[in-house]
Nanobody
Framework: QVQLVESGGGLVQAGGSLRLSCAASGGSFSFAMGWFRQAPGKERDFVAA????????AYVDSVKGRFTISRDNAKNAVYLQMNSLKPEDTAIYYC????????????????WGQGTQVTVSS
């Protein structure tokens, strides 16, 4: 059973940066990986994704140019570097894995992490 564990969340002022990490264990790391977020009272939304090799990424428009997703397959880890943070980025951030070489929107997520809280103060 694959487990995903996020870390790196916290409280930061607007304009600041955070780097989220997601460590995978319990199986092969042959997944497309993604980050989602859920703000209070809202649905869980897609933020970014990366294909298995790391050569293809995708972002929601609201984070383009500010967030960068990357992965280290040797460490079974995926990262989300978040710069120029805004109060509207406040949410619980979830790591996600999909049995695919490339992230497929609308397709079932096979594994979720437990989430890490990111709070951006104004």
């Amino acid at each position: 059973q694959v487990q995903l564990v996020e870390s790196g969340g916290g409280l930061v002022q607007a304009g600041g940066s955070l780097r989220l990490s997601c460590a995978a264990s319990g199986g092969s790391f042959s997944f497309a990986m993604g980050w989602f977020r859920q703000a209070p009272g809202k649905e869980r939304d897609f933020v970014a994704a990366i294909n298995w090799s790391g050569g293809d990424t995708a972002y929601v428009d609201s984070v383009k140019g500010r967030f960068t997703i990357s992965r280290d397959n040797a460490k079974n880890a995926v990262y989300l570097q978040m710069n120029s943070l805004k109060p509207e980025d406040t949410a619980i951030y979830y790591c996600a894995a999909q049995y695919s070489s490339r992230w497929r929107h609308g397709t079932k997520v096979d594994y979720w992490g437990q989430g890490t809280q990111v709070t951006v103060s104004s």
